[in-house]
């Protein structure tokens, strides 16, 4: 049997994504360049008894989902920069309270409003430190159409996985752009529900690490009662100051992601076997990469390419085994630097890295790429 094809834009493929991961509810608020995320959400959820709510400011969507998380559904947000901007003190509250939800933010020009409608990479950074306080992050960073629903289904896989909020930011071209995408089929992408208690609700405990890093989780209204907060807190869910247990906890809310890093960063290593200079590129600006690379190739060049899928955690790792067999590393992006400086720290000084960095809603083209590229000796 043939699988479903359809040609859709970004957003509609992220959107589907979403529903194919088993999201029931939808809080947001209008913002460009990601409006038609909701809008999918508003026909879309009521067919299959899901729940779509427009809240009155971007607060109000992210403080919806997190609630609405707690209750066991599925939940996804849609956002822009300004609008990840003012959900800043309820993702914290997310990341603490360790609430599963998906906000997905697509990257345009900043600060502040910025240009509404311009392609930007300038979000990375915000996603692990735009709130206070040492937290766990995963962020996705998808550069086609097709990946766009795939990455979707696995922003909730981690989410459930790992209890936390975790963040797919496309940038604008990637999420305007339309291509081809197949559809999988029901049960196609393996779907990880979230772990739920096994002892009985007098016995139970919402942070209760002898179950692990991620302790299960029970859904209000399921017969379990529990406590939550924003404070530091106890295995019981409420407050406490103890520093022992305030150093463990945060220690393990940090630890659950970045222990598991080999399960959650992913890749492509494009003509890296015999590569001499490797362009660490992520998003739309990879496509102009893959091109550039196969220019330098056919010119006798040994490029290739490391395309960040997962920009949190960061695959230091990966990058500092490539820095003892490359003459430079190249790194363009759509904002000042921010993959920039990682790539440095990743390096140790062992090679260059060359950055490439436009903020002026263009997008870095393949000649840029290649320049640079010729320039590493």
């Known amino acids: 049997m ?22 029931t509810f939808f809080a947001g608020y209008p913002i460009t360049p990601s409006t038609e995320v909701a809008e999918i959400m508003s026909i879309e959820l009521p067919k299959i008894g899901g729940k779509f709510i427009q809240m009155e400011d971007e607060i109000g969507a992210m403080a919806a989902i997190l609630g609405a998380s707690l209750t066991g559904a599925k939940v996804l947000d849609s956002t822009s ?22 906000v997905y933010n697509v990257m345009r020009g900043g600060p502040s409003t910025g240009m509404p409608t311009g392609p930007s990479q300038s979000d990375v950074m915000c996603a692990k430190w735009g709130t206070h306080g040492d937290h766990p992050a995963i962020c996705l960073v998808p550069s086609t159409v097709q990946e766009l629903f795939e990455e979707m289904v696995r922003a909730f896989n ?24 197949v559809f999988p089929e029901p049960g196609e992408i393996p779907l990880i529900e979230r772990t739920t208690p096994t002892v009985s609700p007098a016995d139970y405990k919402p942070y209760d690490t002898s179950f692990g890093d991620v302790p299960p989780l029970a859904a209000f209204g399921s017969g379990y009662k529990f406590h939550v907060t924003s404070l530091n807190k106890a295995q019981d869910g409420f407050p406490t100051t103890k520093a022992e247990l305030v150093q463990a906890e945060e220690e393990r809310q940090v630890r659950k992601v ?42 006798g060049i ?44 990743a390096a140790q000084g062992k090679v260059p890295v060359i950055g490439i960095f436009r903020v002026d809603g263009e997008p870095i083209n393949p000649d840029q790429i290649l320049d640079k590229i010729k320039g590493v000796k």
């Open 258 to 299: 970045e222990g598991n890093a080999d399960d959650i960063i992913e890749f492509e290593e494009y003509q890296l076997d015999d590569a001499e200079v490797v362009v660490i590129a992520y998003g739309s600006t990879a496509r102009s990469a893959r091109y550039a690379v196969n220019v330098a190739r056919e010119q």
């Open 2 to 23: 043939s699988k479903k094809v359809a040609f859709l834009q970004g957003n509609e493929a992220a959107t589907y994504g979403a529903l194919y991961a088993g999201c």
């Open 81 to 102: 920069g300004p609008g990840f901007s003012l959900k800043q003190e309820l993702i914290g509250m997310g990341c603490i309270s360790e609430i599963p939800c998906v």
């Open 158 to 181: 981690l989410s459930e996985k790992y209890r936390t909020p975790v963040f797919i930011m496309p940038d604008e071209i990637v999420a305007h752009m339309r291509e081809r995408v």
């Open 302 to 345: 040994k490029a290739g390419m490391f395309r960040l899928k997962t920009f949190w955690p960061f695959p230091y790792k990966q990058i500092t085994a490539m820095a003892g067999k490359v003459k430079g590393f190249i790194t363009p992006e759509m904002n000042l630097g921010m993959c920039f400086g990682e790539v440095e720290r």
